[in-house]
């Protein structure tokens, strides 16, 4: 997965208005305590994040 899927993804999920808000503001346990915003700066894959934020945000298998 590339990034800007990532982001894509978050935006779809959370909106236009929330979306990067949440990611520097939410701290995830599957991220050891990282936002998603750190995560990605300190070069974790966005697989990685995205598999954090399906888990975190809840979302149906489908979305996975």
């Not at 997965?1 to 959370?14: F, G, V």
């Not at 995205?50 to 996975?64: F, H, K």
């Amino acid at each position: 997965m590339k990034e800007t899927e990532l982001w894509a993804r978050m935006r779809h999920h959370l909106g236009d208005g929330y979306y990067r808000v949440w990611a520097t503001e939410q701290h995830l346990d599957r991220l050891e305590g990282r936002t998603v915003s750190q995560a990605l700066a300190e070069g974790w894959p966005a697989k990685a994040v995205w598999r954090a934020v399906w888990g975190a945000l809840e979302l149906p298998e489908r979305d996975r």
